[in-house]
């Protein structure tokens, strides 16, 4: 997929994330009758959505082009570094994405890593 | 809802608007964080505003890009999004008392449009549903009031982002930022031991999987680590109810 282009099978996810998006939001309140969902399912609430995103930004940050990174020269590796910190110093998404991208742009853009 | 001037004449309104105006410049900031991420990671922007406009949830759209633009299968894209959703779930089950006796479809809408802060919120200024008919109806307006501004702040910030990102070049990797958010969002979620397993146990998985097809890595590691922390539960006898209240 290329910058700039549109395709059709993109907007149709897009269009399937927002009913994701209105299904999640909405879900005990969809139905007039009560319900409860199953213990298993119940106790899934606790670890899934932590290991969704894991799962989605590990390769991101640790893999280049389906390989793990076999150097230590990766701005990634410590804008993320930096980042966790921040987040357990300081808190806050906002705060987090600028001290991650502080060390990520001059190490990127300057060092070429 | 905020179009209903019926809503926005209630008192209440004003008193949620005002209530959260002070955290929208942050909520804005992220928007347009998200806005760049999406076109630099390579949606186009048509794309990108559509999905602003559509999913209207940072995280699951950020999370949606990499998946996106590795061609992952449209279930699998949804998969994840619905599990990076799920704390809605638990907040869904929360207001349900506060929004049923509306019809059904101005349920979904309020649904549809609270977030995590308007959540937030709202259940910490009426920690119970009322019982008038009118109290209900402040109920409703300071919800409608509150997220007015969420989302006013989200739309126009991720759109400047979108427009914004046209200028900067894409070797800058701007795209990251999307990431690192990610990165914090995952540290927010990390608050008990086996949380914090699951997350580690998920990234090593998706990792170590990730020459699967299909990008069914993801799929197999949210698997792996939320049924390693069952085995653990039950083994360690740990209540993860109690550890956390969810």
Redesign the interface.
């Known amino acids: ?6 395709d059709a ?22 139905l ?1 009758r ?1 319900w409860t969902l199953p213990d ?1 399912a119940h ?21 280049t082009g ?1 390989h ?1 990174i076999d150097t230590w020269r990766d ?2 590796l410590y ?2 570094a930096v ?2 910190a921040w ?2 110093w300081r ?7 600028l001290a ?2 502080a060390v ?2 001059p190490l ?2 300057g060092l070429g890593w | 809802m905020f179009l209903s001037s019926a809503i926005r004449r209630r008192p209440a309104f004003r008193e949620g608007w005002r209530t959260m105006a002070p955290v929208a410049l ?1 909520i804005g ?2 928007g347009l ?1 998200t806005g760049v991420a999406m ?1 630099k990671s ?6 990108s505003v ?2 602003t406009l ?4 940072g ?3 950020l ?2 890009l ?4 590795a ?1 992952a299968p ?1 279930w699998v ?2 998969a ?14 929360h ?2 008392p506060y ?2 006796h509306m019809p ?1 479809w101005r ?2 809408l309020h ?2 449009l ?2 995590d802060l308007s959540y937030v919120m709202f259940t910490r200024r009426f920690p119970r549903p009322a019982d008038t008919p009118a109290g209900l109806d402040a109920q409703e307006a300071y919800l409608t009031g509150g997220y007015a501004v969420t989302w006013l702040a989200w739309m126009l910030l991720s759109l400047t982002g979108i427009a914004l990102a046209n200028f900067i070049p ?1 070797h ?3 795209g ?2 999307g ?12 608050t ?1 031991r ?2 914090i397993l ?10 170590a999987a ?2 699967l097809p299909l990008k069914l ?2 799929v197999v ?2 698997g792996a ?2 049924l390693l ?2 085995w653990l ?1 039950k083994r360690l006898g740990l209540d ?1 109810a109690q550890e ?1 209240e ?1």
């Open positions: 997929m290329t910058a700039e282009q549109t099978w993109t907007l149709l996810v897009i269009v399937g994330l927002a009913g994701v998006t209105v299904l999640t939001r909405c879900f005990f309140f969809i007039d009560p298993w106790r899934a609430l606790h670890y899934a959505p932590g290991a969704a995103l894991a799962a989605v930004i590990a390769p991101e940050i640790l893999m389906g793990f701005a990634r804008a993320a980042g966790v987040y357990f808190g806050g998404v906002l705060g987090t994405m991650g991208m990520y742009l990127h853009l | 942050g900031a992220w964080m076109l390579g949606l186009s922007v048509f794309e559509a999905m559509l999913v209207y949830a995280s699951s759209q999370a949606a990499p998946l996106l633009v061609g449209a894209i949804l994840t999004g619905f599990c990076v959703n799920l704390r809605f779930v638990v907040f869904s089950l207001l349900r929004l049923l059904r349920r979904l649904g549809y609270t977030a894409t800058w990797g701007l990251f930022a990431v690192l958010s990610l990165v914090a969002i995952v540290c927010s979620m990390a008990t086996l949380r699951a997350v580690l146990v998920a990234a090593a998985t998706a990792v990730y020459a890595n993801i590691a949210i680590a939320v922390c069952f539960e993860p956390d969810v």
